[in-house]
């Protein structure tokens, strides 16, 4: 009897022990989250402050800029322009 | 005789003892009672009291969502940024850390002073909103108490100018005040949402309690326009706005099969970026907001029903009188005074009084039922805030010179996208389109107003207008078949029409054997020395349909004679 009474002393500290620790567990793991979730709002900021750099680089009235003056594009006289036409579905 | 009085002494009355132990009883039922109360009764309060202590409900702010044109490119982008308040009675600052919080956030110690005193009351003052990223910084290694930052979102517009009125812009609460901003204001929001978590001492959440209401972010709102046709659109007008010393202008392009608006630009325009000086005008949108006498532009109108009725052929002629027709006390004038014309050159030739002429011989109650059915004296339903519907009276209170008038375009008010919506109607075979701001499925039927032979008809009419022989010859472009027609009134000033203050206008579309664009342009007081619109406008239309076309793809409908391409002899060469 006695030896019963022990043998569930230990299985109940046991078991005071691992809720502990699965506690601590679980806060560990939450608070890992938590900033895995910050780093990814971070990102995302990242993300829109890209999207708004790459949308001023890429300003239609800049791309027309460099292609003029840089790379001294211009448009083809209409008279050099060949228009193909695939197909008469396609076209459509 | 010890013993007996020993006994005598300890043997206290029964009732003492019993006193006692009544009285522990007591104490004990009410200590019982009132644990019993607390845990059975109270104890929802006690437990939210408790919870108090350390839970706390975390608001889960939501992204406004983005503005794109048709190809994806964004017009409006939220990113956040800091804001920074103060609780003044909480706030522990001697006078150097105070001095030291104005220089951070780059104000005046006078100005930081005030803003305190005004929040005293109030235990909550911004002292600046939305700060960049690295004052923010500045600020919190400053360590104040009672001085915190908060995260808002800020609205960056990398279409700027461009696309300034019609976007719109947001205020500092992140809610739309102009625009397209505006007009979708439910549907980008969004809406915040919030958590109810357990905070340790240290301010670190520590679990989630309780449910957690998601943020909904806001929807992105992808607008019908096309950024490289809006980009060359305001390009073409602000040189046009430039070089003819003009008070303001619009463009719109409409894309004939879906209704749906490739551009709408006007100048002058604005940064919405920076609104630190901005005035009224700039901010109106006037292709959809300012209603204009539209003047000859609305000549076709007036010679389709005449031809949809059966009152005139195009060849018809008209006795133009030399240029001077008198209706009671007025008198109609002709810039190209002539003895008669047909039909077609009265619309290639901008006759007011062949117009009006053929506008006294119709019913007037017919000519008014066209130009509501092409949307005149009705708001275009965008969904745009503030636009316009334009003048158009009922036809009961016509008097005779007013029919003839309207005929061409005097009397009647429109709007720029009314203009253009009209002129669907001739792109379309007779079937008028439902226009739109936000990208669309494809084509979309049309109301029918005037048959197919008519509108074919005017069609043919307002390709003879860009002749070399009509008044818009400078419309033209290469490679495509353009018609249109050209249009300057004189402006209304306090009710009569200045001498010297010319609208002009031109309304056009192409390529005509099969149109695909119709191109409105609107040049406001154009004041270097030429007004027609034939000369102001025209030139614009050309080159904004021209542009246009070519960066849709349509197939070239009048294909000038090819140069031999070098590639191209080689290649013949080689093969022969």
């Known amino acids: 009897m006695a030896k019963l009474t022990l043998l569930l002393l230990g299985v109940l500290v046991g078991c005071a022990l691992g809720l502990v620790s699965a506690q601590h567990e679980a806060r560990k793991l939450y608070a890992a989250r938590e900033q895995a979730q910050s780093l990814a709002r971070e990102l995302n900021v990242e993300y829109g402050r890209l999207q708004l750099e790459a949308g001023t680089w890429a300003r239609h009235t800049r791309i027309a800029e460099i292609a003029r003056r840089k790379l001294g594009m211009r448009v083809p006289e209409p008279r050099r322009v060949r228009s193909v036409r695939l197909d008469r579905e396609q076209a459509r | ?576």
């Open chain 2, 1 to 576: 005789m010890s013993v007996a009085t020993t006994s005598a002494l300890v043997r206290l009355p029964v009732w003492r003892a019993r006193l006692v132990l009544v009285l522990f009883l007591l104490g004990f039922a009410v200590v019982a009672g009132r644990s019993g109360y607390l845990q059975a009764v109270r104890t929802a309060f006690l437990q939210e009291k408790g919870e108090a202590r350390y839970a706390r409900v975390i608001e889960v702010p939501a992204t406004r969502g983005r503005i794109l044109d048709r190809n994806g490119q964004a017009l409006a982008i939220s990113t956040p940024v800091k804001s920074i308040w103060a609780m003044p009675a909480e706030l522990e600052a001697d006078r150097p850390q105070r001095a030291a919080l104005a220089k951070a956030l780059g104000m005046r110690s006078s100005t930081l002073k005030r803003r305190l005193a005004a929040g005293v009351e109030r235990d909550f003052v911004y002292l600046k909103r939305q700060v960049p990223p690295e004052t923010a910084r500045r600020v919190a290694g400053l360590n104040l108490q009672g001085v915190f930052e908060q995260r808002e979102y800020r609205r960056y517009y990398p279409g700027g100018e461009i696309t300034a009125q019609l976007v719109g812009f947001t205020g500092v609460d992140d809610a739309g005040q102009e625009g397209m901003e505006l007009a979708y204001q439910s549907r980008l929001a969004g809406t915040a949402g919030s958590r109810r978590v357990i905070k340790d001492r240290r301010g670190s959440l520590v679990e989630d309690i309780g449910a957690i209401r998601a943020a909904q972010d806001g929807h992105d709102l992808v607008l019908s326009i096309d950024g490289k046709i809006q980009t060359l659109a305001y390009g073409a007008l602000k040189s046009a706005v430039r070089r003819h010393r003009a008070k303001a202008g619009a463009v719109i392009v409409v894309n004939a099969m879906s209704g749906e608006v490739l551009a709408l630009v006007n100048v002058p325009s604005y940064n919405p970026n920076n609104r630190a000086k901005l005035a009224g005008g700039r901010l109106r949108n006037r292709a959809l907001t300012d209603a204009f006498e539209p003047g000859s532009t609305l000549k076709p109108l007036t010679i389709a029903l005449a031809l949809e009725i059966g009152k005139v052929t195009p060849r018809t002629v008209v006795e133009t009188d030399a240029g001077q027709l008198t209706i009671g006390n007025y008198t109609i004038r002709d810039a190209h005074p002539a003895r008669a014309m047909s039909v077609t050159q009265v619309l290639q030739k901008s006759s007011n009084i062949g117009a009006a002429k053929i506008a006294l011989g119709l019913p007037s109650e017919a000519m008014w039922d066209l130009f509501r059915r092409v949307g005149l004296g009705t708001a275009p339903q965008l969904g745009f805030p503030g636009e316009a519907t334009g003048r158009l009276r009922h036809y009961r209170s016509w008097r005779p010179i007013e029919q003839a008038t309207m005929a061409y375009g005097h009397g009647v008010s429109v709007s720029l996208v009314q203009l253009a919506r009209a002129y669907t109607v001739f792109a379309r075979d007779g079937e008028l389109v439902p226009l739109s701001l936000v990208r669309g499925a494809g084509v979309v039927d049309g109301e029918k107003i005037l048959s197919t032979e008519t509108a074919r008809a005017v069609r043919a009419m307002l390709e003879a207008a860009v002749q070399p022989e009509g008044t818009g010859p400078r419309a033209r472009v290469v490679g495509w078949r353009v018609a249109g027609k050209t249009g300057t009134s004189h402006k209304l000033v306090n009710g009569s029409y200045a001498p010297d203050k010319y609208l002009s206008s031109f309304v056009g579309f192409a390529p005509v054997s099969a149109p695909r664009l119709v191109v409105a342009v609107m040049i406001d007081e154009p004041s270097a020395g030429e007004y027609y619109g034939g000369v102001v406008a025209a030139p614009v239309f050309a080159q904004v349909i021209m542009g246009a076309l070519r960066l849709l793809g349509v197939p070239l409908d009048a294909p000038p004679e090819p140069l031999e391409l070098p590639g191209e002899t080689d290649h013949a060469r080689e093969s022969t």
